[in-house]
């Protein structure tokens, strides 16, 4: 019976391993085996076989001895997937904690993986990481709203513009640095949080989400028509750059590189804005996770699963909702701090609703209440768009005629509907109740669906 059961892990994890391959090789086919080179005429395309199937051999191999050695699991692939996104799997928390382990450590090195790996293009990836580690925070700070506390908020981009537009005229008027305002943009934002917070203390659903849309466009038109205060549509320039304990990453004599006696780079300051928005990042998911812990965070579950029963269990919905709209706001106010020191300029048409959107739909999208699940979105979604604007070698395949750029949207929209089609709750549609009786249990997304297992 040993002999047989060992023979079927082995026959499974062969086929584990054998489709993961597949999978690389589908996927790794354009990012990998293809590369596109400029040349006289146009882009001269070639292929780097030796690369792709070098890449399948090392998904096949690790594959087949994580099966072997560290899952020791006759389960197939496609089970053990299946039982980690619906909270079935006994192996998902050991999974999840070892992905989140991984994904921890490459962000810590990234900026430097891309130095190496990719010397000619740093810059540009390094510039994409930032990006996409921007929206995280701002999924995870919309996340407390929504994803905790179920309260729907289409107006979030009015903190991310309260955060960016405070750092600025204090900058502007009062010579605030990018340490100095940080703290006040967030408190700004989190008053005006507050601000929101009251009219909408006895409303829930379409209503709510109204006057949350209307919200965020009054904060844009204001910025936009206030000219004395905000410079209306011209914007605000001259923002100044973060400063590294006073030092400041320009070239001459008193910048880092002069200080540390290294060439220097404007690589530098790239890379100093990556590890900024990063710490930003982590201290926004330590302090989610440790609220939702906290009474308050129970408080906002309870608000989400019925608002009814909560108020029948003595819980004081008012503050509840102040607090979720107010703390979300916070983080919202940090994250359009570092937009404004990013960008050194800052304009209300940077804050639109669209932004609003792409927020939400990056919630929805990871799966309501999931921290991972934000992570993920973030990277299909932001990252995706700007990996669709490479898709010149598509000429050589259909010819000079045809544009890919005019596509680019129309790809990303498609992948939205299949990926909302095939989890209509998210990707991470798991919950783990903050608060257990006798055993903690993962519930799945059968039970989600009922408003059972938030």
Aim: hydrophobic letters at 55%.
């Amino acid at each position: 019976m040993s002999s047989a059961r060992d023979d079927n892990r082995l026959a499974n994890s062969l086929r584990d391993a054998a489709i993961a391959a597949l999978m690389v090789f589908a996927l790794g086919f354009f990012f990998l085996g293809v590369r596109t080179d400029i040349a006289p005429g146009g882009l001269a395309l070639s292929f780097r076989w030796g690369l792709l199937f070098s890449a399948v051999a090392i998904v096949f191999a690790g594959r087949l001895l994580l099966n072997l050695f560290v899952f020791k699991t006759s389960a197939p692939i496609t089970a053990q997937f299946s039982g980690m996104f619906s909270g079935t799997g006994s192996s998902f928390a050991g999974l999840g904690k070892w992905l989140a382990r991984a994904l921890l450590a490459f962000a810590i090195v990234l900026p430097f993986f891309f130095t190496y790996f990719f010397p000619n293009k740093d810059r540009q990836y390094i510039d994409l990481a930032i990006l996409i580690m921007t929206y995280i925070m701002l999924g995870w700070g919309l996340n407390i709203v929504v994803g905790l506390a179920g309260l729907l908020d289409l107006g979030y981009v009015a903190f991310y513009a309260v955060g960016a537009y405070s750092f600025a005229l204090l900058a502007q008027n009062f010579g605030f640095g990018f340490w100095m305002a940080l703290p006040l943009a967030g408190l700004l934002a989190a008053f005006w949080g507050v601000i929101l917070g009251f009219p909408v203390l006895r409303l829930r659903g379409d209503y709510l989400a109204i006057v949350t849309l209307a919200f965020g466009e009054i904060i844009r038109i204001v910025l936009l028509n206030w000219y004395d205060f905000t410079n209306g549509p011209d914007g605000i320039s001259g923002i100044p750059r973060p400063t590294l304990f006073g030092l400041e990453f320009s070239r001459g004599e008193g910048g880092f590189a002069d200080f540390f006696g290294i060439p220097y780079d404007s690589i530098h300051r790239f890379i100093y804005l990556y590890y900024i928005i990063f710490v930003l990042a982590i201290i926004t998911n330590l302090v989610t996770i440790r609220l939702r812990r906290l009474p308050v965070g129970r408080a906002w579950e309870a608000l989400r699963e019925d608002e009814i029963a909560c108020r029948s269990l003595g819980i004081n919905t008012t503050n509840t909702k102040l607090t979720a709209f107010s703390i979300g706001a916070m983080f919202g106010g940090f994250a359009g701090s570092f937009f404004a020191t990013r960008q050194g300029f800052i304009s209300p048409e940077s804050f639109t609703f669209l932004e609003s959107a792409i927020i939400l739909a990056i919630v929805v999208l990871g799966g309501l209440g999931s921290q991972i699940g934000v992570v993920i979105a973030s990277v299909v979604m932001i990252g995706g768009i700007e990996m669709l604007r490479n898709l010149g070698f598509l000429q050589h395949v259909f010819g000079d005629g045809f544009d890919p750029t005019q596509y680019r949207m129309l790809i990303f929209g498609l992948a939205m509907v299949l990926i909302m089609v095939w989890r209509p709750r998210g990707l991470i549609t798991t919950r783990e109740p903050t608060a257990v009786l006798k055993e903690k249990k993962r519930i799945g997304a059968d039970m989600v669906a009922q408003g059972e297992g938030h």
